[in-house]
């Protein structure tokens, strides 16, 4: 198939809508409510591009391309339409970006500057949407923030097959609520696939601008998926856990554990030396005293009980190798074969 765009000719497969064939090719088109893991839907209107032989623009994230298309990108007629359609946004969408948690990454601060938009210039009489609880604690609302671009709805039902969020009421009234909260699982995505500020964080107490933090490419240590994830880090203290669409054996996709689970990296609970029970209270105690008493106990307890009277748990916690040299050290040394593991109970 052969098409135009930019004035520069392409050959490509059929079956692609214009926004991937143009982001193949390197033109860039700007989008909000896309997601290349999400059913397209043209909601934002921000991808529009004008098409030789239509009279109107067509959104190029849910139009496929077809052989002999001559498409513009980006003329003063595309221009215009996409700072209109951002200071339709911003009609009720409060001018925080200094105190929002998304300031230095949203995509719509980020269009806001490149089309040259000073104020708000449409204004609309309505009264300020009240916060209300979300579906889980983990996750701050902010509906005045919201530009009802559905990707936290769709990224819900497409992805998480939960069907927790919905838009509600009409108009300038229209909101994204959880109409299905029990169904909730607290597994973030929602968040993730808000470009905006409408959608925060509410873990960590401390936050960081984008510029300020590390983040830090490691492995999710919960489970034995292998889930890559972004260990975002302030001042040597992790504050919040992000991914990366088509990142890792998960796609970017975590539940409630990885995105969330966190707090115990700098918990002050955390055990740095082994203890030992002595009448009744815990004592500090080196490794070699610790491995020392539970060898002895272990051996008295199979001498006197036999081994079938000892059990393991192993953990998920820790790697596949280490697993298997504790149910080789259950079987083999123990000698019996009551071993399970913590991802059963």
């Known amino acids: 198939m052969r098409m135009t ?12 809508t214009i926004l991937e064939i143009a982001h193949q090719n390197g033109f860039r088109i700007p989008t909000l409510c896309h997601m290349e893991s999400l059913i397209p839907t043209g ?12 009279e109107n623009p067509v959104t190029a994230c849910n139009t496929q391309a077809l052989d002999g298309m001559v498409i513009e990108t980006d003329t003063a007629k595309i221009r215009e339409i996409r700072k209109e359609v951002l200071q339709f946004m911003l009609v009720k969408h409060p001018l925080d970006c200094p105190v929002c948690d998304k300031g230095g990454e949203c995509d719509l601060q980020d269009y806001v500057y490149e089309y040259g938009i000073q104020k708000a210039d449409y204004q609309v009489d309505a009264p300020v949407k009240e916060y209300k609880t979300y579906s889980t604690p983990a996750i701050k609302y902010h ?15 497409e992805i998480v097959g939960r069907e927790v969020l919905d838009l509600k009421e009409t108009g300038f009234d229209t909101r994204v609520e959880a109409v299905k909260p029990e169904r909730c699982i607290s597994c973030g995505e929602c968040l993730a696939a808000c470009p905006v500020g409408a959608l925060t964080e509410n873990v960590s107490s401390i936050k960081g601008r984008i510029w300020q933090t590390k983040r830090v490419s490691t492995v999710c240590g919960y ?18 856990v992000t991914t990366k669409e088509g990142l890792g054996t998960n796609n970017g996709v975590l539940c409630v554990k990885g995105r969330f689970g966190y707090e115990f990296v700098n918990s002050p609970e955390r055990l ?4 030992i ?9 080196s490794w070699d005293e610790a491995l020392t008493y539970v060898s002895r106990k272990l051996r008295e307890i199979k001498e006197k009980n036999g081994p079938d009277s000892i059990a393991g748990l192993a953990s998920a916690r820790v790697t596949c190798e280490e697993n298997y040299l504790f149910q080789k050290f259950i079987r083999a040394a123990i000698g019996t074969n009551n071993i399970d593991h913590c991802a059963r109970l």
């Open 5 to 16: 765009i930019n004035g520069r000719a392409i050959e490509t497969e059929e079956g692609a």
């Open 43 to 54: 909601f934002c209107r921000m991808c529009v591009v004008e098409v030789q032989g239509l």
């Open 143 to 157: 509906p005045n923030r919201c530009i009802l671009c559905s990707r936290c709805i769709r990224t819900c039902r």
């Open 223 to 240: 489970c034995g998926v292998g889930c890559n994830l972004e260990a975002n880090v302030v001042g040597n203290r992790m504050i919040k």
């Open 272 to 275: 740095r030396t082994p203890l």
């Open 277 to 285: 029970r002595d009448n009744g209270k815990l004592r500090e105690a």
